[in-house]
């Protein structure tokens, strides 16, 4: 292993190189989305209502994203369509990505209402209640090979849920 802690063949502290940057983008997005409630909530005392803070938010997130997508340059859709026996598919994703768009958007409007209404202690531990909805929708629409829910995960998520519960019980008590 060399001093960055990438080994041969494509390994990253022990793991397969992309299974270890999927789990840093998910601590960085968990230190993200860890502080975005915080500045939501002092945001939220100078605006009359959740939705203005949602419009601005989103508008604010479109700023990095764009970076991003600059950076990054994806092939553009063209190219995609080009694959044979690739436009059914690509419509059927295409709807999918555009289900996901309205999913998170009314996730992101429910996530500022409920941190207006509800102390940020409360709030928080029920959005991490998100693994309990993946492992009800993900076999069924990934297919069970994709998403596979195990006697740990569904443990895993017993117990997240149930520490949600113990916070808001606690917060109520």
């Given amino acids: 292993m060399t001093e960055t802690g990438v080994g041969p063949r494509g390994r990253l502290l022990g793991l397969d190189r992309r299974r270890a940057m999927g789990y840093l983008f998910g601590v960085l997005t968990a230190?993200?989305?860890?502080?975005?409630?915080?500045?939501?909530?002092?945001?939220?005392?100078?605006?009359?209502?959740?939705?203005?803070?949602?419009?601005?938010?989103?508008?604010?997130?479109?700023?990095?994203?764009?970076?991003?997508?600059?950076?990054?340059?994806?092939?553009?859709?063209?190219?995609?369509?080009?694959?044979?026996?690739?436009?059914?598919a690509s419509q059927s994703a295409l709807w999918f990505l555009i289900l996901a768009g309205v999913a998170s958007a009314a996730g992101a409007v429910a996530r500022t209402f409920a941190i207006d209404l509800a102390p940020i202690a409360v709030a928080v531990p029920l959005l991490q209640t998100t693994g309990l909805w993946t492992i009800i929708l993900?076999?069924?629409?990934?297919?069970?090979?994709?998403?596979?829910?195990?006697?740990?995960?569904?443990?895993?998520?017993v117990l997240m849920v149930a520490g949600a519960a113990l916070v808001i019980v606690g917060q109520n008590a």
């Fill in 138 to 157: 993900a076999p069924p629409l990934l297919g069970r090979h994709v998403e596979r829910v195990t006697a740990k995960l569904v443990l895993g998520t």
């Fill in 31 to 88: 230190a993200c989305w860890a502080s975005s409630p915080v500045f939501l909530r002092k945001g939220l005392e100078l605006f009359p209502s959740p939705l203005w803070a949602v419009t601005l938010g989103l508008g604010a997130a479109t700023v990095p994203y764009l970076a991003w997508v600059v950076v990054l340059r994806p092939p553009p859709r063209s190219r995609i369509r080009r694959k044979k026996g690739a436009d059914a």
